[in-house]
């Protein structure tokens, strides 16, 4: 068995966003899938700039997203952060902000090549932006 490529990454948000081309699926086969009855959930595929991968981002309206560790920090196993890359990242940082984001740690710069920054979202879920200097 050969792996092709990264198909998509699942992330569960709550996160109010607006997003364009969202579908609900429920019923029968989302609840054998995920093995969840009753599930409702939100989705909206997200494609990156180069058009090869995807983000999928999902809101449960039933069950209600719980979380075991809403402030995991980033060495905690499993899922911890999602990198994006950005041309402003000043001004990526306080849009995120303004949505309730928060810096983890410090926005700094690595040697002449990238500025780096990781923000934890209202979820606990954290989000790395990077920068590329010329």
């Given at each position: 068995m050969t792996i092709k490529r990264l198909d998509n990454v699942g992330i569960v948000v709550d996160l109010g966003l607006q997003l364009e081309g969202q579908t609900t699926v429920e019923g029968r086969w989302v609840a054998r899938v995920i093995g969840l009855d009753n599930a409702q959930v939100d989705?909206?595929?997200?494609?990156?700039?180069?058009?090869?991968?995807?983000?999928?981002?999902?809101?449960?309206?039933?069950?209600?997203?719980?979380?075991?560790?809403?402030?995991?920090?980033?060495?905690?196993?499993?899922?911890?952060?999602?990198?994006?890359?950005?041309?402003?990242i000043e001004d990526v940082l306080a849009g995120l902000q303004h949505h309730g984001a928060k810096l983890v740690g410090e926005l700094v710069k690595y040697e002449d090549k990238y500025r780096l920054c990781y923000l934890r979202g209202p979820e606990g879920i954290i989000i790395a932006l990077a920068e590329q200097l010329s």
């Open positions: 989705v909206a595929m997200m494609r990156t700039p180069d058009g090869h991968g995807r983000l999928e981002l999902m809101k449960f309206q039933k069950p209600q997203a719980t979380t075991v560790e809403p402030n995991a920090p980033a060495n905690t196993l499993g899922i911890r952060r999602v990198m994006f890359a950005v041309e402003d």
